[in-house]
């Protein structure tokens, strides 16, 4: 510890001569001044950064994950094709898979197989309640049902495709 008393340590300190006014580099030249004399002080406080808005969170964790130079570049490509650098564009994806695996997914040809064999069996039952079905009564069943499934299965899933449309995206506030 000093034992020389603060107000000595000042003068001590104020007597040594800047460090800029007397080095020397290699060369034997004399460092120039960091700042010209008439040069305005450089303000002690940063200018503070824009606050975020209320709403607004950061992000604050990250995933690392590794690539095959082969995996890489497609990855790249699809980036670059969205106009979009590669962290945004992975981010995106990631969360835009994420999010469709929350949502139902309907495979619209096993929904309308599904209506078909369901109309199928309804007609079946309640003609064979009547009697005896014969082959063209087997026919006729069978034949609307094929002719129905997809027309059912679309009418089920068309207010799920409106909802999903990029029209009704930009349609709504």
Do not use: I, V, Y
């Given at each position: 510890m000093n034992?020389?008393?603060?107000?000595?340590?000042?003068k001590l300190a104020a007597d040594k001569p800047h460090p800029s006014k007397t080095s020397e580099d290699l060369s034997g030249k004399a460092?120039?001044?960091m700042a010209p004399p008439n040069a305005k002080p450089h303000p002690l406080i940063p200018p503070a950064a824009p606050a975020a808005p209320a709403n607004e969170t950061y992000r604050t964790k990250s995933i690392a994950t590794r690539l095959t130079e082969a995996e890489f570049a497609e990855v790249e490509f699809a980036a670059v094709g969205a106009g979009q650098k590669v962290a945004e564009w992975l981010?995106?994806?990631?969360l835009?898979?994420?999010r469709s695996a929350q949502e139902e997914h309907t495979d619209p040809i096993l929904l309308a197989e599904i209506i078909g064999m369901r109309a199928l069996m309804l007609n079946l039952f309640a003609k064979a309640?009547?009697?005896p079905l014969s082959a063209?009564?087997?026919r006729k069943i069978s034949s609307y049902a094929e002719a129905i499934k997809d027309q059912k299965a679309n009418e089920l899933l068309a207010p799920r495709r409106r909802r999903k449309s990029p029209e009704a995206l930009e349609d709504s506030p």
């Open positions: 034992t020389l008393p603060s107000k000595q340590l000042w460092f120039p001044p981010r995106e994806a990631a835009a898979q994420a309640s009547e009697g063209e009564d087997l």
